[in-house]
């Protein structure tokens, strides 16, 4: 793998060698801010030829290496992840600049996904002490159990991006991430016929999805290894085989060793497959005053 791009510094994450760590340089950052002023947010979500034009104008000063980078590890199964930061964050480098650069990185990977949720190609969510939500996604102090995207929508979601945009007075809440080929128990899982048979997804009423889909939680690449599509929360388990399989998944994979647990810092974006790579949050320590913005896009790969 080729990690000689100008403007970059390129190493393993010193958790996984899975991971890839990538950091944008201060030159870089000062060459963005011009081409990503010409366009406000409301032209991006408005207009998404715009996007484009901002992804072009990051991967031209990379002598377009860094898309070929990018998609050169998301699709590779040994990596398949990587986390890209900004190598400072200031006035200039802010919420706004994070969304344009988020939009960057994803449009040089595929097309996001219209996001229900938030009625835009991203989503943007606060974590805070109270809430009053009906999903995992915004309860703070309640572990998020490791999960894939997508699996309640019709879309295609080979790909996540997750940016972190800022985060106040907050205690533990790191990221996690599985590897299925680092999973103590995945073969044994993957070659239960209970797991490829179709289960019947739904979401809560935040998501804004009005039907329901029927999937598997295992398939299998061309090369037959497994991939996985599964949220704790989402599945209507319609039988004892079904409950017992989504209980014994559960427990395996919240109790699997193998689990990288990583600090994000504001401003950095992680960015995995969506087929082989399952990922969560840890607790927060509870504090009043905590506050955590995200923003998520994920979608499919070019052809």
């Known amino acids: 793998m080729n990690n000689q791009i100008p403007g ?12 890839i760590e990538i950091n944008i340089q201060n030159d870089l950052l000062d060459k963005l801010i011009f081409p990503f002023n010409k366009f406000d947010i409301t032209a991006l979500e408005y207009k998404p030829f715009t ?12 002598s377009n290496r860094l898309s070929k980078f990018m998609n050169q590890i998301l699709r590779d199964r040994k990596t398949g992840c990587f986390i890209i930061s900004p190598n400072r964050i200031n006035s200039k480098i802010n919420d706004v600049f994070l969304v344009k650069l988020s939009t ?22 606060h974590i805070k002490h109270i809430d009053k939500s009906d999903s995992y996604l915004r309860k703070a102090y309640i572990n998020m159990d490791l999960h ?13 991006l997750m940016a972190k ?5 907050v205690e533990g809440g790191e990221t996690t991430m599985l590897h299925l080929d680092d999973w ?13 048979k179709n289960f019947i997804w739904s979401s809560p009423k935040s998501k804004n999805i009005n039907y329901k889909v029927e999937h598997p939680i295992f398939s299998a690449d061309q090369e037959g290894r497994a991939q996985i599509s599964f949220i ?21 994979l919240e109790e699997s060793k193998n689990k990288i647990i990583t600090k994000l810092p504001v401003g950095s974006m992680i960015v995995a497959n969506n087929s ?28």
């Open 8 to 19: 970059f510094d390129i190493s393993e994450h010193k958790k996984s060698k899975r991971i």
């Open 51 to 62: 996007r484009f034009t901002i992804a072009k104008s990051l991967d031209d000063l990379t």
């Open 104 to 125: 960057a990185i994803s449009y040089l990977i595929g097309i996001p996904n219209y996001d229900s949720m938030a009625g835009k190609y991203y989503a943007r969510f």
């Open 148 to 160: 894939t995207d997508g699996t309640y929508v019709k879309e295609i979601t080979d790909w996540l």
């Open 165 to 169: 945009i800022e985060e106040k007075n």
């Open 184 to 196: 103590e128990h995945c073969d044994r899982l993957f070659n239960d016929p209970a797991g490829k």
């Open 232 to 252: 704790d929360q989402f599945p209507e388990p319609q039988n004892m085989e079904q409950g017992n399989f989504l209980q014994k998944l559960s427990d395996g």
């Open 276 to 303: 082989f790579w399952l990922h969560g949050r840890r607790p927060f320590k509870e504090n009043k005053h905590l506050s955590r913005e995200l923003l998520r896009m994920r979608g499919a790969f070019f052809n």
